[in-house]
């Protein structure tokens, strides 16, 4: 398969990845689950990583295919997965715990002692496929694209960790100041304004993010590059001051702002981060307020979060790009190029204008065989896509050239690409007829049998 992979650290971001095709996953464990990664949302971490900020702080083996935010459609589980079966739809929480140690035994998932990062300690999904477990995915709600939702697998867990924290200092009428309009701050302005009622001020030098900020719920928007924020705040607050900001920025700038606009007894989350805090022990004391870290959002707040995005109260602003593109997105996120939040789309099925129903009679374009007669939704012909691609690419072959391996789904999608091989190239497409019986026959004794 396909896979973007980290082989050396590098501050050039022109050439941070290296596209190489890799041997598909396999399931060895119990609660293995592979996913076919239909959304991978680009972070700021994977830039960090690219330029080594984590090898301090946890072990990374490299090459290693990077992606944490993974979202897709399920095409293989282990034995005692029970959670999710082939064909479901699913985000990926990006952290593999063990369920036994004694942080997971007390609910601190993302203290695991035994735990697995995708695309931080183990390889991630910028790629074709990812490996995963039964206990790091959540089935989605019908309807919701896994391509949309990808980025809420990180982003949207860690502002909403944040948010959650913060909605708790937060009174009716309350400041709540989010400094940052960008990946991660789009969503934790709107968990804010879903789970409070309190007054919002965006905080961000693009007048695109701000202008994006005033749409999603921020009663003010200020650019800390013409306005004075302490005074602009205080104004705003009658001189109290806020009593919770979220930075997601993190840079010495904005975590330097913490004794000038946050209220006493506030609190400074710090989302963002690359700078430092430089604050003198008697401003916290003067002022009473704090400073939080806060990591990944845990198993539990991820699937709180897709309820509120069920419920249209938390949306994704995304632009998605081709796997080609990892490189190019991430010198547009470095440059601050970049809105809302990057999607990298290794599986791109739902890219085709598939027809609600293929009629009778179809002839195939690889292998010009008649396909048989089939009436299906384009939901269920891209399942068996998936499916079909998933197996041709166990069974050794490449998943763009699988016209032989007529496998035994009622409404396996049969493709074949044009000559650029590019992830949105233009797509003919037909549905290839059971041949045996219902239950699944093998690539390789499929072949055998029909040479």
Known sequence: MLAARLHGYTDDMSEGLRLEEIEAP????????????????????????????????????????????????????????????EGDQVICHPVQTCGTCRPCRQGETMYCENDAFNGLTTDGGFADQLLTSNRSVIPLPDGVDPADIAPHADAGITAYHAAKKAVGGLNPGDAAVIIGVGGLGHIGLQCINAMSAADII??????????????????????PETDDIPYEIASITDDTGAAQVLDFVGADSTTALAPDICAAGGDHHIIGYGGHIHEPAQALVNGEFSYQGNIVGQYTELQELVALVE??????????????????????????????????????????????????????????????????????????????????????????????????YPSALHISRDADKTRQARCRRTVLRPVYSSSFISPRRYRSRSS
């Open 311 to 408: 419920r249209d109260l938390v949306t994704l602003h995304t632009s998605r790009h081709d796997l080609e593109e990892v490189n190019e997105v991430a010198e547009k996120l470095e440059n601050r190029e970049i809105d809302g939040r990057a999607v990298i789309t290794p599986w791109v099925p739902s890219e085709c204008d598939l027809p609600s129903t293929v009629p009778a009679n179809t002839l195939c374009p690889a292998c010009e065989r008649v396909a048989g007669f089939l009436s299906a939704g384009p939901d269920a012909v891209r399942r068996s896509y998936r499916m079909l691609s998933h197996h041709s690419r166990a069974a050794g072959s490449s998943w763009r050239s699988f016209h032989n391996l007529h496998l035994a």
């Open 202 to 223: 965006a905080v961000d030098i693009k007048d695109s993010a701000r202008s994006l900020a005033s749409d999603i719920g921020a009663q003010y928007t200020l650019d």
């Open 26 to 85: 396999q399931i060895s464990g119990p609660n293995d689950v592979i996913v076919a990664v239909e959304g991978a949302g680009w972070c700021q971490t994977d830039n960090h990583i690219i330029e080594g900020m984590w090898e301090q702080y946890v072990p990374q083996p490299l090459p290693m295919t990077l992606g944490h935010e993974n979202a897709g459609t399920v095409v293989e589980t282990a034995d005692e997965v029970d959670i999710v079966s």
